[in-house]
């Protein structure tokens, strides 16, 4: 409908203006750089290592520093390339690293994101110039983790910015049926850069966009799987799969994808190992990395060795549902009110299968693993405990108040985990229109010429009188009758429309959820602190990977009449969208105010700002 619907001047003028907001971000460093000018915190390690790079030290390694220099090489690059443009800088200070991670925040990332987020949704970006970057994408880089960051010389943005990247070459190389070596090459060379900024991002270049392939792959040649008629097992043992949408899968429906693309590739071995190739060779390089360096991280490996850390996956729900509510509320009342208490422009008339709380089975299911999981895994680091600087400090002073806490939160991990995966599912994709065999293709056929045909006018042709003159006759054609199809047939053809009209769509399916889980939980559930920074990557391929924002049923029943209505369209359309800007926007005031102009002093640190940050 959005094709057809005239586009109002305020939308025009919002198109315009949304790139302008990612001027924050530089005036959000320059705040920084003017109120804290010296490295603080982790800069602390990090700006002096690309010092020594930059004086081309390149065998100089702090020690205490646990990350890879991808941040000081890019830095290094960009340094140089200014520097054979303006002369300067001639020597790096705090203010010129940061400058590089204002350049990967502003510039970089955001053009990234946006061909990514095309590419998903398979549209093509026919933006003007000046109105390029989309609503989605601005709210992407204001999210508050990432933009705080994004001030000081972290490793977060341009960590973020090449995995981004290597999920953009991946579906490139993966479009056509066969890609070219170049592309798998630059893929490779982009999950090897993604690996020299976080050892963690071998979970996404590796672990989920290799899942992704083979589900891909075993897509092109694989029937849909009908339960009813044989069974899951057995369905992908004769090269049948079962991976519905979200919008229609229930909890069991997660339990019979992940078997059914395991009986699946078993029969397709061959294919899926050679499709890993590309993956299998970042993982080899990793796997090299960690045998050369005794360990995964490079310094201070007494305090982040790896181990089982469940609980991880506990904190990620309330994470998600605290800063994504704007755009989580409104589709989660429609799942759980009745349609008369809902208003017309906030109805998206969703269907009877999306629509409802989990079931008491489900519930059953999860809530006694959740409850286990707090009981015997709950892992506090002592950097967690010692360290008040980061909100997470008294967050944790809230689940250790009472020993009955931390088990009541077990409630909020479960309502938010609910919101958070049914958020792929917040579609108001069309369903196709039935087709119904023709039961007389005699009558039909007899009644077509007895119908006036039109002109190009569109008026109805007189009969033509009988001429005196006998006029030899013609054979005429009778019109062919409509072919006939099966009941089966149908389902068959009605059920491709659809799916491919849920795709078209980007509505994601099972086996997507479940990639995106397991690569989520494996970077997650081996570091054993808590911090902010570490769900930055799983919310960003979340959000990317949202189908469309639901537009409301009251304007996808007709076309709006005039510009007014386009505007209420758009805004009742676009009204989580502004919600979730206003929102960042907010806590981004309200974080930086803190962290600038509420500093303490440590007694033992007497004289000595302490400032609070994620």
């Not at 520097?83 to 990967?104: F, I, K, Y």
């Not at 039909?444 to 003159?469: D, H, N, V, Y």
């Amino acid at each position: 409908m959005s094709a057809l619907r005239p586009e109002s001047g305020i939308s025009r003028a919002a198109r315009y203006a949304v790139p302008f907001v990612l001027l924050l971000i530089p005036l959000w460093m320059a705040k920084v750089n003017s109120v804290v000018p010296d490295p603080y915190l982790d800069e602390v390690f990090h700006v002096p290592q690309a010092q020594a790079y930059w004086d081309h030290k390149w065998f100089h390694w702090d020690p205490k520093i646990t990350t890879p220099p991808g941040l000081y090489i890019w830095s290094y690059v960009l340094c140089a390339g200014v520097l054979a443009l303006r002369g300067s800088p001639t020597e790096l200070n705090a203010e010129a690293l940061r400058a590089t991670n204002v350049a990967a925040a502003a510039i970089f990332l955001p053009w990234r994101l946006q061909t990514l987020l095309d590419t998903l949704r398979k549209v093509r970006n026919t933006r003007p110039s000046g109105a390029w970057l989309s609503h989605t994408v601005l709210n992407i880089c204001l999210f508050p983790p990432l933009f705080f960051f994004s001030g000081l010389y972290y490793t977060d943005v341009v960590s973020l910015l090449v995995v981004i990247e290597a999920y953009k070459w991946d579906l490139k190389r993966s479009a056509k049926s066969g890609s070219s070596p170049l592309q798998t090459l630059v893929f490779v060379v982009m999950g090897l850069a993604a690996l020299a900024l976080r050892q963690t991002n071998i979970f996404w270049v590796s672990v989920f966009l290799g899942g992704l392939q083979v589900v891909r792959r075993l897509r092109q040649t694989a029937k849909v799987c009908d339960p009813s008629k044989s069974g899951i097992v057995q369905g992908g043992f004769s090269n049948e799969i079962y991976d519905p949408p979200v919008l229609e899968a229930s909890f069991s429906d997660y339990f019979k994808t992940a078997i059914s693309l395991a009986c699946l590739a078993l029969k397709n071995l061959p294919t899926v190992i050679a499709s890993l190739f590309p993956y299998i060779a970042i993982l080899a390089a990793f796997g090299g990395f960690v045998l050369w360096n005794n360990g995964v991280v490079l310094g201070h490996k007494e305090f982040h060795t790896a181990g089982l850390h469940l609980s991880q996956m506990l904190y990620i729900w309330p994470y998600f549902m605290f800063f994504s509510w704007p755009i989580l509320v409104f589709p989660v009342l429609n799942l759980v009110f009745p349609k008369s208490v809902i208003p017309a422009f906030l109805d998206y008339g969703f269907s009877k299968k999306q629509r409802g709380l989990p079931r008491v089975l489900t519930a059953l299911a999860i809530l006694p693993a959740m409850l286990a999981t707090v009981h015997f895994n709950t892992i506090v680091h002592p950097f967690t405990l010692a360290d008040n600087r980061h909100y997470i400090f008294y967050i944790f002073r809230i689940l250790r108040s009472h020993p009955a806490v931390k088990y009541a939160a077990v409630l909020a991990y479960f309502a938010c985990g609910w919101a958070v995966i049914s958020a792929f599912g917040f579609s108001t994709a069309k369903q196709q229109p039935q087709y119904v065999p023709v039961s007389k293709p005699q009558e039909s056929a007899a009644a077509a010429p007895q119908k006036g045909q039109l002109k190009e006018t569109g008026k109805k042709q007189k009969p033509e009188r009988k001429s005196k003159a006998k006029k030899p006759k013609q054979a005429t054609a009778s019109p062919p009758a409509p072919q006939q199809f099966s009941p089966e047939v149908l389902a068959r053809i009605q059920e491709h429309l659809v799916q491919r009209q849920k795709e078209q769509h980007g509505v994601p399916r099972v086996s997507f959820v479940l990639v995106w889980i397991a690569a989520t939980t494996l970077s997650l559930v081996t570091a054993p602190l808590v911090e902010p920074r570490y769900f930055i990557i799983p919310w960003v391929i979340w959000r990317l990977n949202l189908p469309p924002r639901p537009t409301p049923l009251a304007y996808r029943q007709q076309r709006p009449r005039d510009e007014k209505e386009a505007l209420h369209a758009d805004l009742a359309t676009n009204l989580s969208l502004f919600m979730e800007t206003y929102w960042f926007l907010a806590i981004n005031a309200a974080t930086g105010f803190i962290f600038l102009y509420k500093g303490f002093e440590w007694p033992q640190e007497p004289g000595k700002i302490q400032r609070f940050m994620w």
